[in-house]
């Protein structure tokens, strides 16, 4: 198994935002020797039915950010969501920061090209990201420094960031009573996805874990921290040396079961596009509806 450059010693602040629409938590990860941070998975608010984007839940991490007078270095994302709607380009004309999602992307955006119709004038490189991430390469927050881990399954294109003691998961994992993502979105796989886990829990025991989503099991309050060693053990999908065999069946067999995400025909549009809006052929700003396909 891959060896990352991981440094325990090292203990980033870490602000998260739950925004109870869509389950999401996004995060500013700021290093402790300087004023340098990071937002991971940030949300643009949609009133679907009515075609109405705002930003009020980005808001808040600029409000945070400026307040505390940082400095906005990186924008990531962990993986192109099918549940909410990136706003990386907002808070980049507003605080600056690179956006950054891995390599994989490119994979995401020919087959969402196709199911959406895009013309060529829809770039399928990856161009619309400042940085593509490949498997184990690292970046700099301040002088704090964090490394990409490629962890395909739920999509092609996850990634789980690991900044020092602190790693953000995206939908690889869910806290141990939530298990984990679907896996069958075009391009995910169950047993890929259950390698993917592998190489997370692979990690020290100690190492924190960051979820992107929770959705309170059995009514708990929403929770997005835990740890390698709790996920080990409890995990009720992959924890206490559950096989990949299981984890196929269970997982194969519950995805079956689930119906498409509410926001995934305008999640998938803008965040295959960095968090643009797409547009129709005099520039104004619309999705498309495809029928019978997802």
Known sequence: ???????????????????????TISYIVKDPSSDACAVIDSVMDIDYAAGRTTYDHADLLIAYIRKHDLNLEWIIETHVHADHLSAAPYIQNALGGKIG?????????????????????????GSQFDTLFKDGDTY????????????????PACMVHVIGNAAFVG????????????????????????????????LPDQMR??????????????????????????NIHVGAGKTKEEFVKFRTERDATLGMPRLIIPSLQVNMRAGEMPTDKDGRLMMKVPVNVL
């Open 1 to 23: 198994m891959t060896e990352y450059p991981i440094n325990l010693d090292v203990e980033p602040t870490v602000e998260a935002f739950f925004d109870a629409v869509t389950n």
């Open 101 to 125: 999602i891995g390599d994989q992307i490119m994979v995401v955006q020919d087959t969402f090209g196709k199911v959406f119709n895009e013309g060529t004038e829809f770039q399928r490189d």
């Open 140 to 155: 700099q927050i301040g002088d704090l420094k964090a490394v990409a881990i490629y962890t395909p399954g739920h999509t």
């Open 171 to 202: 939908d690889t994992l869910f806290m141990p009573d939530g298990g984990s993502a679907r896996a069958d979105f075009p391009g995910g796989d169950a047993a890929t996805l259950y390698d993917s886990i592998q190489k997370v829990l692979a």
């Open 209 to 234: 874990l960051f979820m992107c989503h929770d959705y309170g099991p059995d009514g708990r309050d929403v929770a997005w921290e835990t740890t390698v060693g709790e996920e080990k053990a409890h």
